[in-house]
């Protein structure tokens, strides 16, 4: 049982150092989130647990390595030549034109509860575009609605 409490211990000292190392109060980790911030302190003071979709979410909010936010193992933050690494592989496979570019910067820049809304978003933009493409061929134009011609 001292084992469990040491390690609760050091997963909240753990939680505790990733957002003072963000720079961010328990209020504004709490809002990029989408948690109270009550949820915030108690895992702070070892008095309840992040799931693992908000310590998933919480390594991305502050920077830091899941695994050493999770378990302790490894390094807190990544190395520069990782990342570095890390970024150019991603940007080289999935931005190839300006206004991509442009979408996926929002999409990083937004708050973590943002996230969701603005994907569920994009996807009904596409799908309506897609069936409207379908339906009126190349010439739709803006007039034609989303209902068909």
Do not use: C, Y
């Amino acid at each position: 049982m001292s084992q469990d409490l040491q390690t609760a211990g050091a997963s909240a000292h753990r939680i505790r150092m990733a957002r003072r190392s963000a720079g961010l109060s328990q209020a504004q980790m709490a809002i990029e989130l989408g948690v109270q911030r009550s949820a915030v302190s108690h895992w702070e003071a070892q008095r309840g647990k992040p799931s693992m979709n908000n310590l998933r979410q919480l390594a991305l909010l502050t920077g830091v390595q899941f695994e050493w936010l999770a378990t302790g193992r490894g390094p807190m933050t990544p190395s520069a030549e990782s990342l570095l690494d890390s970024v150019a592989a991603v940007d080289a496979l999935l931005v190839d034109d300006p206004q991509e570019r442009r979408l996926l910067n929002a999409f990083r820049d937004a708050p973590m509860a943002a996230r969701l809304p603005l994907l569920e978003l994009a996807e009904q933009l596409a799908s309506h575009r897609t069936g409207r493409r379908s339906r009126g061929g190349l010439g739709g134009g803006l007039g034609g609605g989303f209902e068909g011609a």
